[in-house]
């Protein structure tokens, strides 16, 4: 399923009898610059007047009156009808009731347009303001959807703000008749996945409105979404298999960074509660279980942890150096669940066993008050830098991670221990946009630690050349991600390494200096670039004979992500 038109979005509204809340809407949406298409679906007659004036008064929105009330699916589908025939490619709906907060849809629209096959949907943070029945019969339609897909990837198949690429789902309601109601929403994001399109998820606030006016009926949509459900369920049936293999070529094409967590925030509030009311010893027993199961479960993790660990046994023995402890898949997932341990400390402020092994060099840097772009790496974790903290030098670190998660983690961090000096920045490219963001907070004196140790999902995986540097590693090549180096040379600042080693029950932090500032001459860029990441590499292979078991990179390092499978098909 391929969308091969010009990107040209607009918005969408199905609107019921929300005219009092119109006018708002419509003055929130003015300054995004997108036409706006509005459905109204049979409304009363104060409603129609109200959503008149407003077309007539404003050129970029557009009308279309269904004369009769025919559901929020139908009115969708006669919205997206009217942006096909404007010309539009994708359609951003938004509810009309003003609960979702319009302020991602720059980011919405920005996930469009890099992937422009996809569904992109909305995956609410709700505040209190929302009806708990609401709220507990979601979970319900997930367990549903899950089964009905057979893949946990629909993280929310009810949510309303979303991004439709035009043509596929007209196609698909062409050929399929769709829920026509509060069961739309659901039904075609399911239907839309069988057929072989990947939906991708955003968070959003999404707020109740103390006035809001809902057309939930209770009894009429929960038996309208049973039926829906049934329908799907028996239609997933004859669809095993395919789904079964579109399931495991989505894991082959996923990169590491767009694989989801294995536990989302409830897991994380989860252990920290277990931690504050057992201690630390009790968890340690309770990793036992945890780990095993997933060790037992991620075969391609553990086949990814068994490569690297025999790469390094051949390459400490061509050394003739011995390794510091015995080496295992088990052992090594077992290390990464005493990792969890200590990040669950660090977030408690407990984690007093913190050494820096050259703490001058460190205390040095501080009192210098430069900004420090500090090059991290998965050999321990990054969050070992809150190890300068423990320092009471006030310096704030900025930690750049390739994961949608981080907002969620400076979430939990900040709920427990307020005075948090690590700050979790998600970004998935290392553009202009991202440099200046940096360079401010270098310029406060604050300093950015980034890995230099994984690649991100980038636009190698859209089919063109991945933006890597080669270089040897354990005895054989394996690619760097460049993005890092040329952020380095780009802010001008000093380059530290930092690497968090568990060594005789300690965390070691070994902090030492890598260029100040990194130059990329013009004349000889690419082999100046070449020579930082090949020194880079040669430090972190060092590193890595010292404590083999605390490098976290759980994929295979030495290939790059293939390019995803050519859609298949439309199903019917």
Not at 265 to 274: F, K, Y
């Amino acid at each position: 399923m391929s969308v091969s038109a010009p990107f040209s979005p607009c918005l969408l509204i199905p609107c019921f009898n929300h005219g009092q809340m119109m006018a708002a809407v419509l003055t929130s949406l003015a300054g995004y610059g997108l036409p706006c298409l509005v459905v109204d679906d049979g409304s009363a007659a104060a409603t129609a007047e109200t959503l008149q004036r407003l077309a007539a008064e404003l050129p970029w929105v557009s009308l279309l009156r269904l004369e009769k009330n025919q559901g929020k699916g139908a009115a969708v589908i006669a919205g997206l009808q009217l942006a096909q025939r404007q010309g539009y490619s994708h359609a951003l709906q938004v509810d009309a009731d003003g609960q979702h907060q319009l302020s991602d849809i720059p980011a919405m629209i920005a996930e469009a347009r890099a992937h422009p096959d996809s569904l992109i949907s909305g995956r609410p943070v709700y505040d209190s303001s929302v009806p708990k029945a609401r709220l507990y019969g979601r979970y319900v339609t997930h367990v549903w959807v899950w089964i009905e897909t057979l893949s946990l990837s629909l993280k929310d198949s009810m949510c309303g703000f979303r991004v439709y690429p035009v043509a596929p789902t007209l196609a698909l309601t062409a050929r399929q008749p769709l829920g026509k109601r509060m069961d739309f929403d659901t039904e075609v994001m399911v239907r839309l996945y069988w057929q072989g399109m990947q939906s991708r998820f955003l968070p959003t606030r999404v707020t109740y409105p103390v006035d809001g006016v809902s057309h939930f009926d209770a009894l009429r949509d929960n038996l309208r979404i049973s039926w829906m459900h049934t329908r799907l369920f028996f239609g997933m049936l004859p669809r095993i298999p395919r789904l079964l293999r579109q399931r495991q070529q989505v894991k082959k094409a996923q990169h590491w960074s767009t694989t989801q967590e294995r536990h989302g925030l409830w897991g994380i509030r989860l252990m920290l509660q277990v931690y504050r009311v057992f201690g630390r010893r009790a968890f340690q027993w309770l990793l036992y279980p945890v780990i095993g199961y997933f060790w037992l479960t991620g075969r391609a993790q553990r086949e990814a942890s068994r490569d690297y660990l025999q790469r390094l046994q051949q390459f400490a023995r061509g050394r003739q150096q011995p390794l510091p402890t015995p080496l295992s898949s088990f052992r090594h997932f077992m290390r990464f669940g005493d990792a969890m341990l200590d990040k669950l400390a660090s977030w408690r402020g407990e984690l007093h066993d913190v050494r820096l092994v050259d703490p001058a060099a460190c205390e040095r840097q501080i009192a210098s008050g430069k900004g420090t772009l500090i090059l991290a790496s998965h050999l321990g974790d990054i969050e070992s830098c809150r190890a300068l903290g423990e320092l009471d030098s006030g310096v704030k670190v900025n930690a750049l991670v390739f994961t949608e998660h981080a907002e969620r983690f400076n979430q939990v961090m900040k709920e427990v221990n307020p005075r948090a000096n690590l700050n979790l920045i998600p970004v998935t490219s290392l553009g202009p946009e991202t440099a200046m963001r940096l360079q401010d907070k270098l310029d406060a004196g604050e300093w950015v630690a980034i890995v230099g140790d994984r690649t991100s999902a980038g636009k190698h995986q859209r089919g063109e050349q991945p933006r890597v540097v080669w270089s040897r590693f354990l005895g054989q090549p394996a690619p760097f991600p460049q993005g890092p180096f040329v952020l380095a040379a780009a802010l001008r600042c000093p380059v530290y390494l930092m690497f968090g080693l568990k060594q005789q029950g300690h965390l070691n932090v070994y902090f030492e200096p890598f260029a100040d500032p990194l130059s990329l001459p013009r004349q000889q860029r690419q082999q100046a670039l070449q020579d930082a990441v090949d020194r880079y590499a040669a430090r972190l292979e060092h590193y890595c004979l010292l404590a083999p078991l605390d490098w976290f990179n759980f994929f295979d390092f030495w290939q790059l992500a293939a390019p995803p499978p050519t859609q298949q098909g439309p199903e019917t």
